[in-house]
């Protein structure tokens, strides 16, 4: 298994890289290429993405992009590839700050995660990441949304919102409130 490799980046294309290192050129997935740059030096992270037919490598910019990967593979129904599409919409702290403040709006905005898999992300996820002591319920985020509904603002909106609000631990009511002002902003 690879873990990392020590190298430059040689080139870069849409989805992919290749790190030179010693004489040797790997092409690896990657889930941003801005997080890298055309002759950048450095330690870049690996995994090895094998099925029946292909065998690719992943690579990340730093160790918490890779845990962050890690984390996503093991949740239930979301693979490797999934997860380095979902990982290229966010960064590690933003991931995990939706998943400990139970922010499925957040979570559903990412590339290739739905409803379902945002739901089970934070089932999943929520209580093996160390985040303290949490309060709150996986559907938190999901009440308010259908609470702003009612108050008659637009879909679109209420999900813009949602998914820029982290509030770990906090009450609907909290949540609601911080909602009710962003979107009051939005429409000033």
Known sequence: MLSYI????AEISEGRIVIECGGLGFE???SDTQAFGLGQEGVFYCYEIVSEDSHDLAAFPDREYRDAFYSLIKVKGIGPRTALGALGGTTPKALYD??????????????GIGAKAASQIILDLKGSLTFGAEKGNP??????????KVLKFKVKDIDEVLASIS??????????????????????
């Open 6 to 9: 020590k190298g430059r980046i």
């Open 28 to 30: 690896a997935l990657v």
């Open 98 to 111: 939706a998943i400990k403040s139970n922010n499925t709006s957040y979570l559903k905005k990412l590339p």
């Open 139 to 148: 559907h938190q985020y999901e009440e308010v949304r259908e609470g702003l």
């Open 167 to 188: 509030m770990p631990g906090a009450s609907n009511e909290d949540i609601l409130r911080e909602a009710l002002k962003l979107l009051r902003r939005k429409k000033a």
